[in-house]
């Protein structure tokens, strides 16, 4: 190997091992436990604007377990991906998982009001609520669950969004049980969400 590959692959070999431990810490903090509930504290009281204009809280999910996804209805790709496996996820549950919800929550507020979220939404299931807001209160959900979202802009002048890509999973007591995995089998998923009812 001659010394400029050499030096050129240092730093690469250095960012994988960089974000092999990130990955690791990040599937340490957030992997459910066996009692339930995870190492640090993600979640708390938010008050958000449904589809319909309608504030919606925490409270209105007590005693059922519920998704939180964040996201943006301009995502390309990662978004829609995420919502369609869940909404396979909730098919699968079929009306055994009727009270069970996704709360897919923006972190573009402002292109995504109400109106834009009811229309986007009901491409996938009718059980994936998408929440809006002003930007104070997008913040301070997404700072809530550790969550991350950054505004960056394009070369055409335009902007779109960096954010995380983990689904939530949240207990029937409302607290964070772990990060929930909608890429495997959805009947397998179902059933996981079947016996946390």
């Given at each position: 190997?001659?010394p400029?590959?050499?030096?050129l ?13 990130l ?18 504290s ?8 449904g589809?319909?204009?309608r504030?919606v ?52 507020p402002?292109?995504?009001?109400p ?22 209160a ?7 669950y550790?969550?991350?979202a ?12 960096e ?17 929930f ?17």
């Amino acid at each position: 190997m001659s010394p400029r590959v050499r030096r050129l692959a240092l730093p690469v070999v250095a960012l994988a091992i960089g974000l092999a431990a990130l990955a690791t810490a990040v599937w340490i903090s957030f992997a459910p436990r066996p009692g339930g509930g995870s190492a640090i504290s993600v979640g708390g009281p938010f008050a958000l604007l449904g589809p319909d204009g309608r504030t919606v809280t925490e409270k209105d999910f007590a005693g059922t377990p519920f998704l939180v996804f964040f996201g943006f209805t301009h995502c390309p790709d990662v978004c829609p991906t995420k919502l369609f496996e869940i909404s396979e996820i909730f098919r699968a549950m079929g009306d055994k998982g009727r009270g069970v919800r996704a709360l897919f929550v923006t972190v573009d507020p402002e292109r995504d009001t109400p109106d834009v979220m009811k229309t986007y939404g009901q491409s996938f299931d009718s059980r994936i609520l998408g929440l809006t807001g002003d930007r104070a209160a997008i913040d301070r959900i997404v700072r809530d669950y550790r969550a991350y979202a950054r505004r960056v802009p394009t070369k055409d002048g335009d902007y779109t969004m960096e954010h995380t890509a983990l689904v939530y999973l949240m207990g029937k007591d409302g607290r964070f049980v772990g990060a929930f995995n909608v890429e495997r089998p959805p009947a397998e998923a179902a059933q996981d969400l079947l016996r946390r009812l």
